[in-house]
């Protein structure tokens, strides 16, 4: 059974006594996204403005999330007394090109289901919410793969991540509520729980045959052998 309540109170105890290195990774990965966007967003061209700025800021949020998906997963493996440093989240950034292009691909799908409807589009970002945790477990997966891989792990439990995302939102106003200060407490605790959901997501597509456990260390692109 989807049980966030579970997965959440996980988090908090995989948190506790660990929480200065996830606090200093956010503030960095906080500051990294206001230093570029201000930067790409200083033009007096409107069309740049609007254009270059957006696309560039997909795309730096894409790799720096990549980063904190890599992070989170070694921090979810690792023994509770030896949590990984900062090194390992600067680690995440060496896969830049990757995570390019795994942010590219899912929004360029998104994109295209959005432009039949919202529902649609809102739909495909949960199916899809899995890839980046399939990538920074084992970056040698193609981005084609992990994409579709996504999409087979969260069959039958997007209602669920919904309600598991939904249930930050207060959380959310109060971190804003605070001029973002809380977020260094609650974006971590977001980030486990997300991560301890794909491992029981993981766990499920394997007992159930929908995915292989070889699928998730294999870069083979094969959908007739993985997809059941």
């Given at each position: ?60 949020t894409g ?29 995440g950034f ?56 996504s999409i ?77």
């Amino acid at each position: 059974m989807f049980d966030r309540l579970a997965m959440k109170a996980d988090a908090r105890k995989q948190l506790k006594g660990n929480r200065t290195v996830p606090a200093i990774i956010t503030i960095i990965a906080v500051v990294i996204i206001a230093i570029l966007y201000s930067f790409v967003g200083a033009t007096d061209k409107p069309d740049e403005r609007t254009i270059f700025p957006s696309l560039l800021g997909i795309i730096i949020t894409g790799i720096i999330s990549f980063a904190l998906a890599y992070y989170y997963v070694s921090f979810k493996n690792a023994p509770e007394d030896d949590k990984p440093g900062i090194r390992i989240f600067f680690d995440g950034f060496n896969y830049w090109f990757k995570a390019l292009c795994a942010c590219l691909w899912e929004r360029l799908w998104i994109a295209l289901w959005t432009l039949c409807f919202v529902i649609p589009g809102l739909i495909k970002i949960i199916a899809y919410s899995q890839m980046f945790y399939i990538l920074a477990e084992n970056p040698d997966i193609s981005v084609r793969k992990a994409l579709r891989m996504s999409i087979y792990m969260t069959q039958g439990h997007k209602s669920e991540l919904f309600m598991m995302y939904l249930s930050f939102l207060g959380w959310f106003i109060l971190s804003c509520l605070t001029a973002g200060i809380l977020f260094v407490w609650t974006l971590p605790y977001i980030q486990l729980t997300a991560v301890n959901a794909y491992y029981y997501l993981k766990s499920q597509a394997i007992a159930c045959g929908t995915l292989d456990a070889e699928d998730f260390t294999s870069s083979t692109y094969d959908t007739g052998r993985y997809i059941k």
